[in-house]
């Protein structure tokens, strides 16, 4: 089971990180992700860590922006999502899968978390 909390209103500029809090499971034999969907846009694929956090993908968008983290002794991921722009207002959900080849595919995902509502204002 994924919680994702920590989303919120904030104005152009701002911070905020998400958390994706895990339990039922060996947190760390997981690839974690996020994604968003915006009102009208379909999902799309924002970032994903390894199962040991080396390694750490992100669209082209959130570059230098985001960092995607996770703490597996805590069983938690995070997104930290700095310098934010009205064009990142979405719901963001956290996904999990043991097995993931292609981590930019939501389909490669099993289980995902309730989304948590992030906007930002201009």
């Known amino acids: 089971q994924l919680q994702a909390s920590g989303g919120g209103l904030v104005q152009a500029g701002g911070s905020l990180r998400l958390s994706c809090a895990a339990s039922?499971?060996?947190?760390?034999?997981?690839?974690l992700g996020w994604f968003r969907q915006a009102p009208g846009k379909e999902r799309e694929f924002v970032a994903s860590?390894?199962?040991?956090?080396?390694?750490?993908y992100y669209t082209d968008s959130v570059k230098g922006r985001f960092t995607i983290s996770r703490d597996n002794a805590k069983n938690t991921a995070y997104l930290q999502m700095n310098s934010l722009e009205p064009e990142d207002t979405a719901v963001y959900y956290c996904?999990?899968?043991?097995?993931?080849?292609?981590?930019?595919?939501?389909?490669?995902?099993?289980?995902w978390g309730q989304g948590t509502q992030v906007t930002v204002s201009s």
């Open positions: 996904a999990a899968d043991p097995l993931v080849a292609m981590p930019k595919l939501g389909s490669e995902y099993g289980y």
């Open positions: 039922g499971r060996t947190f760390s034999n997981y690839t």
């Open positions: 860590i390894s199962r040991s956090g080396v390694s750490t």
